[in-house]
């Protein structure tokens, strides 16, 4: 079945260790999002490609970095992960045209612990 | 902050009563999505209903937008124990492919 798969489910890493999180979908949508969510609150949009170009929300933290080198995979990769970062992430996808937007597609999510 | 606002933050029923859950938003939109999350998995869509909407049904589920109010309801009727899951409103703004994703109501159904 096509569909979001995000690696790994869980992630553990220490504070200020890099960390990279990967996303690849099958849909071969345009679009792919990165988003955080913390316990029990609404999933915050970090930063989104549509195709290749890269869009930076303003409050999403310099130490957050996204890479898609195609269109079927795209990664989030945190510099300096501090114990604030602790949250799930979560991928999605959506085929975006005309003036209409559509439904996203997620990813089950990677859950990150910062020790 | 554009975020929108869900009440009630937590609903608790009984399996076969109808549950409503209700959006407010503050700025214009192209559409309204309504997605459903399970503990501790992604987010799945549930429906969307476009601005020149005013209601839309997809099985149980009936939603409703009015735009004059900046708020959509999102009704389930006959729930059922599996319905239990935390429900998020998003919106479409037109000429951005970005969502804001309202804080969410967090159903219970009771067997």
């Known amino acids: 079945d096509a569909m979001v798969i995000q690696n790994p489910r869980y992630q553990v890493t220490q504070f200020g260790k890099p960390v990279t999180l990967s996303c690849s979908q099958t849909?071969?949508?345009?679009?792919m999002y990165w988003y955080q969510q913390k316990s029990s609150q609404a999933p915050k949009l970090l930063f989104h490609y549509y195709d290749k170009d890269f869009n930076n929300e303003a409050d999403t933290p310099d130490n957050f970095q996204s890479r898609r080198p195609n269109t079927s995979f795209c990664f989030l990769d945190i510099r300096s992960p501090g114990l604030g970062d602790t949250a799930m992430y979560l991928c999605a996808t959506s085929r975006e045209f005309g003036r209409f937007n559509q439904p996203q597609h997620f990813g089950d999510g990677t859950r990150l612990s910062i020790l | 902050s554009q975020q929108g606002e869900e009440d009630p933050q937590a609903l608790s029923i009984q399996e076969g009563e109808n549950a409503t859950m209700n959006c407010s938003y503050k700025t214009s939109i192209n559409n309204l999505q309504w997605y459903r999350q399970n503990s501790g998995r992604g987010l799945v869509h549930l429906i969307l209903?476009?601005?020149?909407?005013r209601e839309k049904h997809s099985g149980r589920l009936r939603v409703t937008l009015d735009t004059s109010k900046k708020s959509s309801s999102l009704l389930i009727t006959a729930s059922r124990a599996a319905d239990t899951a935390s429900y998020f409103c998003a919106t479409g703004r037109a000429g951005t492919y970005k969502y804001i994703f309202g804080t969410g109501t967090r159903l219970k159904v009771l067997a």
């Open positions: 849909l071969n949508h345009n679009v």
């Open positions: 209903i476009r601005s020149n909407e």
